[in-house]
């Protein structure tokens, strides 16, 4: 039996479909207010309850083989990120699971101070592998299904939004894909207690984004780039009324900020391990939109 947290999201919810696809038993954690019926539908075991809550960890890790940890955390990195990460390890162990799966982020050991999400995510790594259980930690860039809604409103207006440095460097990761690294790290010999960054093929600039776009659809795109500092002065006026969102927003500056790809040799290295070839962003885009 698989547990997999945050089951309805971009991540989860390609993992559990994968997981029945295989016929593997699967609990999926979700909310009560979660849109989970395609998951019992799959055949997957609904367990209802919230990751702020530990003793729904602890009932939920009852009688499982494999944990998955795959939610995230709105604005609450601390209870989400950090906590619940850390009680699911403790009750890994506590019921003898055979294998963990976390899903961390790239760049989560580069020491960004302002990032809640970055510094929960390398704490609760330490923690993983100091567990004595096995564990695949992956640390992934962009996922690709973050864009589906993006390249929705492009195919209406033409435009794209791009904040900050058009020229910085992503290695966008195709969320199938990932959910296949996902699910095969509990088997998967190289994976074994590994920390392996997750990217795509390709190194993309930020500015490839719209053209990709552009060129599905045939469009030239109008590309509205707006500087950082309106996500900074975002932050100072929110960081009035409600200091959490104003932390969060600390977690998507470094996002903007920075540069999250992986390298070539990462790159091969990965697909050696798991055996296959990492699709392109644009292939991507065009399964979905079928064009
Ligand atoms: N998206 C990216 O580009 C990216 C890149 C690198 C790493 N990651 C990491 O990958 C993981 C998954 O990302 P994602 O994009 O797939 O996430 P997502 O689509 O935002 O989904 C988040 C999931 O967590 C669940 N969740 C949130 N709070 C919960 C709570 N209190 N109790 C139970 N479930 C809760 C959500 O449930 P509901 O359906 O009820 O909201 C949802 O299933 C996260 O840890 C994220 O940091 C993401």
Do not use: W
Request: aromatic share 8%; glycine share 8%.
């Amino acid at each position: 039996m698989f547990l997999v947290t945050g089951a309805t999201g971009g991540i989860g919810r390609r993992v559990v479909r994968l997981l029945r696809q295989r016929e593997q038993s699967v609990r999926a954690f979700v909310r009560l207010n979660s849109r989970y019926s395609e998951l019992e539908h799959r055949g997957a075991e609904i367990f209802i309850g919230d990751l702020l809550e530990e003793k729904d960890i602890q009932k939920a890790s009852q009688g499982v083989q494999y944990i998955i940890s795959a939610h995230g955390s709105d604005s609450d990195a601390l209870s989400l990120d950090y906590r619940a990460n850390i009680e699911l390890i403790d009750q890994a162990k506590a019921n003898g699971v055979e294998h963990f799966v976390f899903i961390s982020v790239l760049g989560a050991d580069r020491g960004y101070e302002d990032a809640p999400v970055f510094k929960a995510k390398r704490a609760v790594e330490r923690y993983l592998q100091a567990s004595g259980l096995n564990y695949t930690i992956l640390r992934p860039s962009g996922l690709t299904s973050n864009l589906l809604p993006l390249v929705e409103r492009f195919r209406e207006t033409g435009l794209y939004l791009l904040i900050g440095d058009r020229k910085n460097r992503t290695s966008i990761v195709s969320t199938d894909d990932l959910a296949k690294i996902v699910v095969d790290s509990v088997t998967v010999e190289g994976a074994r207690n590994q920390i392996l960054p997750v990217g795509g093929p390709e190194i993309l600039l930020r500015e490839d984004i719209p053209r990709i776009f552009g060129r599905i659809f045939t469009k030239e795109p109008v590309i509205i780039n707006s500087p950082l500092f309106v996500i900074d002065g975002l932050q100072s006026a929110l960081g009035l009324f409600n200091p959490q969102i104003q932390k969060a927003l600390g977690t998507y500056r470094t996002l903007l900020t920075n540069e999250f790809f992986c390298t070539k040799d990462e790159i091969a290295n990965l697909e050696g391990i798991f055996n296959f070839q990492l699709e392109t962003l644009e292939n991507f885009l065009r399964r979905y939109l079928a064009v």
